[in-house]
């Protein structure tokens, strides 16, 4: 498989106006919030060159309170880690399904902004417009960082679909109220396969082109490898890799 096609460098391309909002609301004003956001997201195309993908995972650390975020810059297409940033931050926003990227864009914003290197994707750990307002922890984080970003999550949340071949590559339209909302993607042949969602200026097909080129051996991209073990492995692992980026 090749690498995903470039676009123009235009300013269009390169500038979104990040969307601002406050966090301090209540879920039933994030529900609210959610559909409004869910009309912003662009579901075409519109990033430059990818140059560099990073990934973006949150781990909570054991009492619940805290939660602390990661984002793994690697190079694209050779994957090589470029730039790595973790965050901690006081748990503000309650546990509940379907909101969950109010409970954690906040500490990802913190991360991304002590990154070095910019990425030119996000891809989260998480469903994109794959979600019952279109506008999950993907979605959401591409509109208020106005980086191009693509959902990719082990689980489905909303939808229903067929099973894919068996076979690296392989997709079923993920469909839900006769809206294909995403893809089920075998990323490994005869692996339990990823669903793979519009987040935000990135279309289906160049998301799943994305997400293949940044698999290798195992079932998850590296991006969201990399970013799992920054923001769930051990303290002294995590120390360390943070400090190499020199």
Do not use: N
Not at 187 to 197: D, E, H, I, Y
Request: charge should be positive; hydrophobic fraction near 45%; aromatic fraction near 4%.
């Amino acid at each position: 498989m090749g690498r995903p096609p470039a676009h123009s460098r235009s300013a269009e391309h390169r500038v979104s106006r990040p969307v601002r909002h406050p966090w301090d609301l209540s879920p039933r004003e994030a529900i609210a919030l959610q559909a409004r956001l869910a009309r912003k997201v662009e579901r075409a195309d519109r990033l430059g060159k990818i140059r560099h993908v990073a990934g973006v995972d949150v781990g909570f650390e054991s009492d619940g309170r805290v939660a602390r975020a990661a984002v793994a810059v690697l190079a694209f297409p050779s994957l090589e880690l470029a730039d790595c940033a973790v965050a901690r931050l006081p748990v503000s926003f309650p546990y509940v399904p379907g909101l969950l990227s109010f409970r954690e864009i906040p500490v990802v914003l913190a991360a991304l902004a002590s990154l070095r290197v910019t990425p030119d994707v996000l891809l989260c750990d998480g469903q994109g417009i794959a979600h019952p307002r279109r506008c999950g922890l993907a979605s959401h984080l591409g509109l208020v960082t106005g980086l191009p970003s693509v959902g990719v999550a082990k689980t489905r949340l909303v939808g229903a679909h067929r099973e894919p071949a068996a076979r690296r590559g392989s997709r079923a339209p993920l469909v839900d109220r006769a809206e294909v909302v995403g893809a089920v993607l075998r990323t490994r042949t005869g692996v339990k396969p990823l669903f793979v969602s519009i987040g935000h200026r990135v279309s289906l097909e160049t998301a799943i082109r994305v997400v293949l080129a940044c698999t290798t051996r195992y079932r998850l991209p590296e991006t969201t490898r990399w970013a799992h073990r920054l923001a769930s492995g051990p303290a002294a692992d995590t120390a360390r890799l943070v400090a190499s980026r020199g």
